[in-house]
């Protein structure tokens, strides 16, 4: 028996196509859920073909060109067109520079620190000419959309003149990139662990930012964290995207680890946008505060909960421009981390007294305690906010 | 039957290495273990290998007191737009 075929045209406001991921959920006659998705092709154009009957309960649309917020659509049984907003210009400081109180007009913030990554999908362009990558992959040919650790890079540390201002935290720092993923978009924990002792004895970085994790603990990236903090490296990560449901990820739940998870801003996020639909999902007073600096705040709703999650910061809505162009819209404790890395290249770069420690676990231990003292709880529930938000000292 | 494990020095053994103290070679440790094959990793820290299940016990103690042997594991990246996120939207 043949379905019912459904196309969506996907676009700009001013009728111009846009090439997107667009993922359909749909409700069958028998009441079951299905999840199907499309990617549009160059006229705009995403097809499905849907069991007879059956209805299409919302879609979302993530651009794979920059410049667009990712769209949320609900009653889209009549909708042909899903039309992506454009993102705004950015002329003032960020959102997430302010919450984390950090001084723009500072071009030097984070110099003299260098921070380790391992990660995915590193993709080199401008304002990211300084990174030295280490182990990388083949890539066959650039493939459209955004790089996961080329995001992190930028959200660290991109010197575009005026992105580095503007949206990235820590642009003096320096940053180096370790490849560590697979043919399947993942990390294995060899490779894994391999990088970070290459970042903690060779590369002598003063920190580590893990955008990547799994439900289980792991034996040999908890020996080589421990290897970190008795060097004197500090590891921040991710907690994960599992939602309230679910406990933070290993390595975020490590010991020693920093475990970030992510923050969205109340007015941030024009209606009809996936980060609308994201705050009106984390409505709940338990996941509610308010940063002086910047107003209403929520803890996301992807985020995971309980012991492990150290702090939040900003992770919904975050701009990623590319090579001085129009911006990716990306939400994700992944971007929550290179944050409060960041934050800690800017505090640490300014702090003489950590700046003379020997690379040994007092190092680790002085910087725990120093970044204890720049959280401060900022109203959300404990198990979702860990010990709140951290500010540059 | 396979396995696939991962064989990493522990974390005493881990810390002599790279403070210099001391040089390990994993594939020298499990080079007796018969069917086993290095599948990736560096053998002066961690490597992943495959071996038959009734030899995984003689893994364990062919590295004893020097490596961990645990299960392989993929870490995922925590900001691609993932379907199973997606799908949390409508709870």
Known sequence: ?393 | MKDKLVVCLNAARMIESAQGSAQYDIGAMIKSVPSLTILSGDPSLAVRVEVDQQYTNYLRSAVQDFCTVGPTVEFKLFGKPQAASLRRLAL
Not at chain 1, 52 to 63: D, K, T
Not at chain 1, 103 to 123: A, L
Not at chain 1, 176 to 197: H, M, Y
């Open chain 1, 1 to 393: 028996m043949g379905g019912d075929e459904i196309n969506f045209i996907v676009q700009d406001s001013r009728g111009n196509p846009v090439r997107a991921d667009v993922l359909a959920r749909v409700r069958t006659l028998g009441g079951d859920e299905l999840y199907l998705d499309a990617v549009s092709d160059g006229e705009g154009l995403a097809t499905f073909l849907l069991p007879p009957l059956s209805q299409i309960e919302y879609v979302v649309a993530a651009s794979r060109q920059p410049g667009f917020w990712n769209l949320f659509a609900e009653d889209v049984d009549d909708f042909e067109e899903l039309v992506l907003q454009s993102l705004p210009a950015i002329d003032e400081p960020a959102w997430w520079l302010e919450c984390l109180g950090i001084d723009s007009e500072n071009p030097d913030r984070g110099k003299g620190i260098k921070i380790g990554v391992v990660d995915g999908d590193f993709r080199n362009g401008a304002g990211l000419e300084h990174v030295v990558q280490l182990m990388a992959t083949e890539q066959p040919e650039p493939p459209d959309g955004w790089g996961h650790g080329e995001a992190v890079c930028r959200i660290l540390a991109d010197r575009d003149a005026r992105v580095g201002r503007l949206l990235s935290i820590a642009p003096a720092a320096q940053v180096v990139f370790i490849d560590a993923s697979n043919e399947n978009d993942t990390l294995n924990e060899d490779a894994a662990t391999i990088a970070i002792r290459r970042l903690v004895v060779e590369e002598k970085v003063d920190i580590i930012n893990l955008s990547w994790g799994n439900a289980s603990p792991n034996d040999a990236i908890r020996d080589v964290l421990n290897l970190a903090a008795e060097f004197g490296v500090t590891v921040v990560a991710a907690t994960g995207n599992e939602g309230f449901q679910s406990q933070p990820m290993y390595p975020a739940s490590d010991r020693n680890c920093i475990g970030v998870g992510a923050l969205g801003l109340d007015k941030w996020g024009p209606v009809g946008t996936l980060v609308e639909w994201y705050r009106k999902r984390s409505n709940d007073v338990k996941r509610q505060g308010n940063v002086p600096r910047i107003g209403q705040v929520y803890a996301w709703c992807d985020s995971t909960i309980g012991a492990g999650v150290h702090v939040l910061a900003p992770g919904v809505g975050i701009f990623v421009q590319r090579n001085g162009g129009n911006s990716f819209e990306l939400s994700g404790t992944s971007f929550a981390s290179p944050m409060v890395c960041g934050l800690l290249a800017v505090a640490l770069a300014a702090d003489k007294q950590y700046l003379g420690l020997p690379r040994s676990r007092g190092r680790t231990n002085y910087v725990r305690q120093a970044f204890k003292s720049m959280c401060r709880p900022v109203g959300i529930s404990k198990r979702y906010q860990g010990s709140g938000v951290p500010s540059a000292p």
